[in-house]
């Protein structure tokens, strides 16, 4: 007497990939669904000059609102804070200016906001709306669908999120990571641990830290982010 066989299944060996992988190795991987069928559609509204910054990333799907087909909207952005030129990123603003100088700006924008009208008159003249908007300035919104995969869009955040990105941007950057986070929680804490909130050395700062000494560079920015690492991970002197 026996049983009948209600089932086989065969045992197949299934390769598993952890999220939590040290670098260099780790690419937040998992049966290949975070990088490539894992996409995320962001709607966005921005200046001209942060959406600039966006497209230099190169890896997301764009489609961005026509100033040849549509007349752009009456709307500029001004910040808040008017910051000084820092003089350790050429790239950067530091502290606040001194308020007479902010006021200045402040008008410098006003002249830059009133070629609005400008536009708006030559365009109803017949003006080709193509040409007419060449006179705009940069602080005057966009808008666009940015599509990514999520791969690429914590590429985008890791760089975008850092101190040494501009405000603005990184305001930008913040809001996308707030809104994906409870959408791929497991993704993006291995983002967090593994990615930005981890500490990259170069050989130099290896070296500094084996021999207890000063980091052998007479760059000052590498001497500025070795002493802001230094005192992240709790080292004394060099």
Known sequence: IYDRIADITKDVKQDVYDLEVESPHHNFVANGFVVHNCEFKFHCKMPIFVARQFIRHR?????????????????????????????????????????????????????????????AKLAEKGISRELARIGLPVSLYTEWYWKCDLHNTMRFLSLRMDSHAQQEIRDYANAMFSLIQPLAPVSLEAFLDYEFESVRLSRLEIEAIKSGQPIATENKREAAEWEVKRQLLGLKGG
């Open 59 to 119: 890896t997301a799907n764009v489609n961005e609102v026509s100033g040849r087909y549509s007349v752009l909207p009456d709307t500029f952005y001004r910040p808040d804070d008017v910051r000084k030129q820092s003089v350790t990123n050429k790239q950067g603003g530091a502290e606040l200016s001194d308020s007479r100088t902010a006021q200045e700006f402040l008008a410098y924008l006003d002249k830059a906001e009133a070629l609005y009208a400008d536009y």
